[in-house]
Every structure is written in structure tokens, then in C-alpha cells.
T-cell receptor
């Protein structure tokens, strides 16, 4: 079974600084997707960024970027120029590629605080 | 597009009562997923459907839990009888065929006293 591990239960960052959230996963498959979701206090799950495992290029979405290391099974999220609105729980997730839709497997999450 | 719609947003009930949570997926999405979120266990998959057919219900904790998807636009998650340890936020998510993204509803917060 696939597992996702987020080793940092809590992180904090100064406003305008950069922070990196860690994620590792375990799988024997070669085709899969990786995601970072944000959950603010409203509890809505918001997709931040996604990465296809077959792509070597790291995904980037504005201030958010990932460092995808397939051999190491590592998928970290970097947030640049942190803003107060970035404060939230961040979940790393894995999804197996399949002919039919498959579910997401989530890590336990990292709570990010942004200090003004 | 109204997104994935869940109801109720909040439910407070007493132990032993039946609870029904509802979900309307995004039109055209053919996969639907039920997750439970607790502080201790994080986000756990309970069950998911493809084309209204249950594919994997191994995450359903006990026989007290049941889920149905009678058509492409509606699903229910029922707990009978409810227990205090069922208190959690229950999320529904949907996905179109071949897509690599799930869209989540706002969640239903259940409190069982």
C-alpha cells in the first residue's frame, strides 16, 4: 500500500520569507501523481500544485514550487514571499495512475503559521 | 459551476441516532470519494465510486457505516447507530474520467454527543 509521510507537524515563517515543507512517499509504482493541498481554517481543501511522476521538470504555480526527487521518493513544497494568507494546513497527497480514477492518499499534514 | 455540494454543513446528534450525509458531485464527474478527517487519523478514504459503482469500501470502519450512489448526481453516507467516536469532518470529492485532480466539497462537520 502506498503511504505518504509529512515529518513536520508544524512550521512557521516570517512574512515575505521562504519556507519549504517536506513530504516523502512510498510506492512500488512508476506512474502516479503528487499533489499539495491547502486547508485554511474554513476547512475547504484547495489544490495548490500537482506533479506528474513522468515529468522531470518541477511544477511551479506563482509563488509555489516543488522539488520532486523521484528516486528518493521526495516531494517538497517551497513557498516564496510568504503571505499571511498562506497560513493553513498543508497536505501532501499521492494518486496512482490508473485506467479508472483512483483515490488520493494523504499525509498527516503540516500546519504553517506566517508571522507578520 | 457550483462545485461539489455537501449537506449538512454541521450536524450535532446524540449517540444512537441515525446520521445521513449528502453529496452532489460536479456534473459530468464520474468518480466520487468519501473521506473522513480527524485530528488523530488525518484524512482517511472511506469509500469511492466510479460510474456509480462502489470500487473500494475497505476504509469503511464498521457495518454501522454505509454509502450509496443511486445516480450520477447524488450520494449518501449513512451512520446507524452513531457513536461519539464518529465525530469528524466528512468530505466528499469528485473527479472526471481521466483527470488527475479531485475537487472537494466544503465538508460536513459531525458531532455525536
Amino acid at each position: 500500500a502506498q503511504t505518504v509521510t509529512q515529518s513536520q507537524p508544524e512550521m512557521s515563517v516570517q512574512e515575505a520569507e521562504t519556507v519549504t515543507l517536506s513530504c516523502t512517499y512510498d510506492t512500488s509504482e512508476s506512474d502516479y501523481y503528487l499533489f499539495w493541498y491547502k486547508q485554511p481554517p474554513s476547512r475547504q481543501m484547495i489544490l495548490v500544485i500537482r506533479q506528474e511522476a513522468y515529468k522531470q521538470q518541477n511544477a511551479t504555480e506563482n509563488r509555489f514550487s516543488v522539488n520532486f526527487q523521484k528516486a528518493a521518493k521526495s516531494f517538497s513544497l517551497k513557498i516564496s514571499d510568504s503571505q499571511l494568507g498562506d497560513a493553513a494546513m498543508y497536505f501532501c497527497a499521492y494518486r496512482l495512475y490508473g485506467s479508472g480514477n483512483t483515490p488520493l492518499v494523504f499525509g498527516k499534514g503540516t500546519r504553517l503559521s506566517v508571522i507578520a | 459551476d457550483a462545485g461539489v455540494i455537501q449537506s449538512p454543513r454541521h450536524e450535532v446528534t446524540e449517540m444512537g441516532q441515525e446520521v445521513t450525509l449528502r453529496c452532489k458531485p460536479i456534473s459530468g464527474h464520474n468518480s466520487l470519494f468519501w473521506y473522513r478527517q480527524t485530528m488523530m487519523r488525518g484524512l482517511e478514504l472511506l469509500i469511492y465510486f466510479n460510474n456509480n459503482v462502489p470500487i473500494d469500501d475497505s476504509g469503511m470502519p464498521e457495518d454501522r457505516f454505509s454509502a450509496k450512489m443511486p445516480n450520477a448526481s447524488f450520494s449518501t453516507l449513512k451512520i446507524q447507530p452513531s457513536e461519539p467516536r464518529d465525530s469528524a469532518v466528512y468530505f466528499c470529492a469528485s473527479s472526471p474520467s481521466g483527470a488527475n485532480v479531485l475537487t472537494f466539497g466544503a465538508g460536513s462537520r459531525l458531532t455525536v454527543l
